[in-house]
């Protein structure tokens, strides 16, 4: 089993910074890839970035890319993500998760609980 729990969401204006951070137990946390994704009310959850087991590989959403960064310390057992330029249509819970592959993070069992990001207009 891995848990992984999310936090550094919150309320922030248009054209602002968040840094979201998931901190990861159980298992060993090298040996997955992790990714995050986003969901807002009543729309289905979007893919928005992954990172390999050794951090040497990203890929990001093409609503993301440019303006956020996803990052991992195998050290410390976390996986964060640097959001920047953000926009309303950010406003979504965002889940951090854990996967075997980064193809593989999306049907994982491995999900955070979620943390809130709200960008105001």
Partial sequence: QVQLVESGGGLVQAGGSL???CAAS???FSNYAMGWFRQAPGKERDFVAAISRSGGT???GDLVKGR???SRDNAKNTVSLQMNSLKPEDTAVYYCAAGRFIASIGSSDYWG???QVTVSS
């Fill in 113 to 115: 609980q979620g943390t």
């Fill in 19 to 21: 840094r979201l951070s």
């Fill in 26 to 28: 159980g298992r060993t």
């Fill in 58 to 60: 990203t890929t990001y």
């Fill in 68 to 70: 956020f960064t996803i």
